[in-house]
């Protein structure tokens, strides 16, 4: 059974920074892909972030390009979301999940992922 676990997530100002992070067990690492999605109050869940645990390739939207950074650590099954200069707008319900990397194009979209964790708050104030 494929799990997901993040964690991390938080209250910040506005400009600070959070570390998610998500932890995937019950599967071949290597395989898939995973990716990092949120829901603001109101609104509709979008893509974030995602990257191939294989070779690393990664993907983001772009509201948050160049400030966070999504990364994998092959040896704990991990993949974190570092996020720089946060804003109000950031403030979500951040989930982590996982698809078989061959059926994963494009990464961003949601209706690809058959596995999810059970999300982490982030909330920015201003």
């Known amino acids: 059974q494929l799990q997901l676990v993040e964690s991390g997530g938080g209250l910040v100002h506005s400009g600070g920074s959070l570390r998610l992070s998500c932890v995937a067990s019950?599967?071949?690492?290597?395989?898939?892909?995973i990716g990092w999605f949120r829901q603001a109050p109101g609104k509709e869940r979008e893509g974030v972030s995602c990257?191939?645990?294989?070779?690393?390739?990664?993907n983001y939207a772009d509201s948050v390009k160049g400030r966070f950074t999504i990364s994998r650590d092959n040896a704990k099954n991990t993949v974190s979301l570092q996020m720089n200069s946060l804003i109000p707008e950031d403030t979500a319900i951040y989930y982590c999940?996982?698809?078989?990397?061959?059926?994963?194009?494009?990464?961003?979209?949601?209706?690809?992922?058959?596995?999810w964790g059970q999300g982490t708050q982030v909330t920015v104030s201003s």
């Open positions: 990257i191939t645990t294989s070779g690393g390739r990664t």
């Open positions: 999940a996982a698809v078989a990397t061959r059926r994963g194009n494009p990464c961003l979209n949601q209706n690809n992922y058959d596995y």
């Open positions: 019950g599967f071949t690492w290597g395989y898939y892909t």
